[in-house]
T-cell receptor, first 110, second 116 residues
Framework: GQQVMQIPQYQHVQEGEDFTTYCNSS?????IQWYKQRPGGHPVFLIQ?????EVKKQKRLTFQFGEAKKNSSLHITATQTTDVGTYFC??????????FGAGTRLAVHP | DAGVTQSPTHLIKTRGQQVTLRCSPK?????VSWYQQALGQGPQFIFQ???????QRGNFPDRFSGHQFPNYSSELNVNALLLGDSALYLC???????????????FGPGTRLTVL
């Protein structure tokens, strides 16, 4: 079945450093969604990318969708302690089904 | 407007028992999906309900079953519990979308199930 691979599994940064997580698929994706899950919380929708080569920004967060629509990335500039959590990419498995990556856990040291 | 709600928050069961988890979707949403999230892993799709019928199913055994009611709320039932069923069970609601899956999912706070 369809899978999405996400790297790295963990990332520890000093506050103010940048952070990037990558998501890859062996098949072409119709779209990719990104979610953030705070410790002890539930996944919260961040953004959806649909078009080939699409780039979207939300304040310090930059999301990219690859030209071949097989990979995506999330980049956070100048991390803050509020960025702590696990970031998941999720591909559509058709209709409302989501196929999640394993997530990247971000720790930010003040 | 209340978001997605789930009950109970926590549950402890023993092997072989049965459990029922409940979910109320966000207002205006007609599709409910259930996910299992083991510790340190991403959510895994269990199944999805629309118009009171199971529309899609993930790779979970028949011990996992569900139901959707006319008011769009949903239940997840797990029979003959195993230790490996211990996980966070998440309910997500959305409006019906097409095969491309363009609608974001709104997740509830989850039910933490512990099987002893």
């Amino acid at each position: 079945g369809q899978q999405v691979m996400q790297i790295p599994q963990y990332q520890h940064v000093q506050e103010g450093e940048d952070f990037t997580t990558y998501c890859n698929s062996s098949t072409t994706l119709s779209n990719i969604q990104w979610y953030k899950q705070r410790p002890g919380g539930h996944p919260v929708f961040l953004i959806q990318l649909v078009k080939s080569g699409e780039v979207k920004k939300q304040k310090r967060l930059t999301f990219q969708f690859g030209e071949a629509k097989k990979n995506s990335s999330l980049h956070i500039t100048a991390t803050q302690t509020t960025d702590v959590g696990t970031y998941f990419c999720a591909a559509s498995g058709g209709y409302n089904k989501l196929i999640f990556g394993a997530g990247t856990r971000l720790a930010v040291h003040p | 407007d209340a978001g997605v709600t789930q009950s109970p928050t926590h549950l402890i069961k023993t092997r072989g028992q049965q459990v029922t988890l409940r979910c109320s979707p966000k207002s205006g949403h007609d599709t409910v999906s259930w996910y299992q999230q083991a510790l340190g892993q991403g959510p895994q799709f269990i199944f999805q309900y629309y118009e009171e019928e199971e529309r899609q199913r993930g790779n979970f055994p028949d011990r996992f079953s569900g139901h959707q009611f006319p008011n769009y709320s949903s239940e997840l039932n797990v029979n003959a519990l195993l230790l490996g069923d211990s996980a966070l069970y998440l309910c997500a609601s959305s409006r019906l979308t097409d095969q491309r899956g363009y609608n974001e999912q709104f997740f509830g706070p989850g039910t933490r199930l512990t099987v002893l």
